[in-house]
């Protein structure tokens, strides 16, 4: 039975608000894709006022050139300036929206790499799980509202996978791009450095890091143009943008989108601007923002067809994500294991690299962070109980990718905020027949009891099957005691 103080930690907090940071409406439309979606909006009647000016300015020079008489020419000369005055006012107001868009952007890009930093690499690691996690858990599992919600959170979801990706890929010597192998190497010498205490300084992170959360982070964008929704939702407005698309409307679609998703990077965000006076200093500045571009540019080209090159560090996580946030209206939690399955099927195919494939998922497991587990508890000789507990799947790398390590959400089938860790085998987790097996000799009464004895509304979930294959943990993490599931545990135990 659940209670305590439904609120969230300072970490749920912080994590909410990414979210709503990239992907939400907001008071003042200041969240990535609301401007994004401005930017869409507006480009189409900005794109007309220049050329209106440059038209002026044009006509303007042509009358001037044909011109002999002095009076007319001055007015002539006043046209032009005018023109020239309004293209330039019209060019300034874009570029000022442009370098907010990209600050804002680049600023969000910094808070995650903070998040998910860590002085160790076990540390890293269980801030990504953290990360992770977390966004699995305060995302909604059952009833209306799942696609809405999963397609504002699988950004940030899906941002975590690639740099957690990256930073495995280059450790196994994985890695074959010459910009990310240059930048990392000097990565490692600034490492050394007495500068070192300013990440925002490495040059891997700015070089490298920050354009990739840049890609990972638009790399939908483009749905959210007028032409894209168009195609989601009809001329009315009024189709299921979530539905299944056919042959003809999916193709269309993903042409708009990777077109308008390039198009935002490139001139709707684009580059940092010099501030210095030194004409050297500034050709080096823009001569390497213009790299970074460059690398975002080549990670969302390839990403469409990524072969074995460095595309397969945003189209491997885009398919992991489809399946664990997806956006179908045919979306089953408890199926979420699958994703494995999705992943092998994508690469056989040669859709994306079979060993960036294997390497996520030998990050992840076959069970996704935030998962709820249900397992068959052991006894301290190692026998099996007459009942089943409930867990949270917490740690990446597990030794065994069928074998998840989980932070313990019951015990004696009652909830409690004790940090013990179990590593539940394939033999006693009831995700696997061999461990529903177990329990189907067991009478229904018993069954019965063990639901009722875990929640106090038991009359409301009747429904619930009497040998779970999971369990879904969203109303336990709502409560602010159980929130603090990666921390370190006080006990690591093998079931």
């Not at 039975?1 to 930690?9: A, N, P, T, V």
């Not at 390497?288 to 540019?297: A, I, V």
């Not at 799947?393 to 990718?401: A, D, M, R, S, Y």
Request: hydrophobic share 35%; with cysteine.
């Amino acid at each position: 039975m659940l209670h305590g103080k439904i609120e969230d930690s300072i970490f749920s907090k912080a994590i909410k608000s990414l979210v709503k940071r990239i992907h939400d409406q907001t008071p003042v439309q200041d969240s990535l894709y609301e401007q994004a979606i401005i930017y869409f909006r507006e480009q189409i009647e900005v794109e007309k006022q220049l050329a209106f000016a440059e038209q002026n300015i044009q006509e303007s020079n042509s009358a001037l050139a044909n011109n002999s008489d002095a009076k007319k020419a001055k007015s002539l000369e006043g046209q032009l300036d005018k023109a020239n005055k309004m293209h330039q006012s019209l060019k300034q107001e874009q570029e000022k929206k442009r370098q907010h868009r990209y600050n804002h952007v680049v600023k969000i890009s910094n808070e995650i790499l903070d998040l998910l930093d860590g002085e160790t690499q076990e540390e890293a690691n269980n801030n990504t799980a953290k990360m992770l996690g977390t966004l699995q858990l305060i995302s909604p599992i059952e009833g209306n509202g799942i696609a809405q919600a999963n397609q504002r959170t699988k950004h940030l979801y899906k941002t975590a996978l690639c740099l957690k990706l990256l930073d495995y890929l280059l450790e196994k010597k994985l890695i074959t791009n010459t910009f990310v192998l240059q930048k990392y190497q000097e990565h490692q010498i600034w490492k050394s450095s007495k500068d070192q205490s300013k990440p925002e300084h490495s040059p891997f992170r700015t070089d490298v890091q920050i354009p990739l959360i840049i890609a990972s982070l638009f790399q939908d964008v483009g749905h959210y143009h007028p032409d894209a929704q168009l195609i989601l939702k009809g001329p009315d407005g009024k189709l299921d943008e979530f539905r299944a698309l056919d042959k003809d409307e999916r193709t269309q679609l993903l042409k708009v989108s990777y077109q308008q998703a390039l198009r935002y990077v490139t001139f709707g965000v684009g580059i940092d601007t010099y501030k210095g006076n030194s004409k050297e200093d500034r050709d080096i500045f823009y001569k390497e923002e213009q790299e970074k571009l460059k690398f975002t540019r080549i990670l969302l080209k390839s990403a469409i067809n990524p072969e074995q090159g460095i595309g397969n560090l945003l189209k491997v996580p885009q398919v992991y994500c489809s399946v664990v946030m997806s956006t179908k209206n045919n979306y089953a939690y408890e199926h979420l294991p699958r994703v494995k399955l999705v992943m092998d099927k994508g690469a056989e195919v040669g859709a994306y690299s079979k060993a960036v494939s294997d390497a996520l998922i030998t990050i992840t497991g076959v069970f996704p962070q935030g998962y709820g587990v249900t397992y068959i508890p052991k006894d301290s000789d190692r026998q099996d109980l007459d009942r089943y507990e409930y867990a949270i799947v917490v740690g990446l790398f597990p030794e065994n990718i069928e074998v998840p390590e989980c932070r313990v959400a019951t015990r004696n089938l009652t909830f409690n905020a004790f940090g013990v860790n179990v590593i539940v085998s394939k033999e006693n987790n009831l995700y696997f027949n061999v461990a529903r097996k177990k329990l189907e000799k067991m009478s229904e009464e018993r069954l019965e009891e063990i639901l009722r004895k875990l929640w106090s509304n038991y009359e409301q979930r009747k429904h619930l099957d009497l040998i779970p294959k999971c369990w879904f943990p969203y109303e336990y993490f709502s409560y602010s005691k159980f929130q603090n599931i990666w921390n370190k545990a006080s006990e690591r135990v093998k079931n």
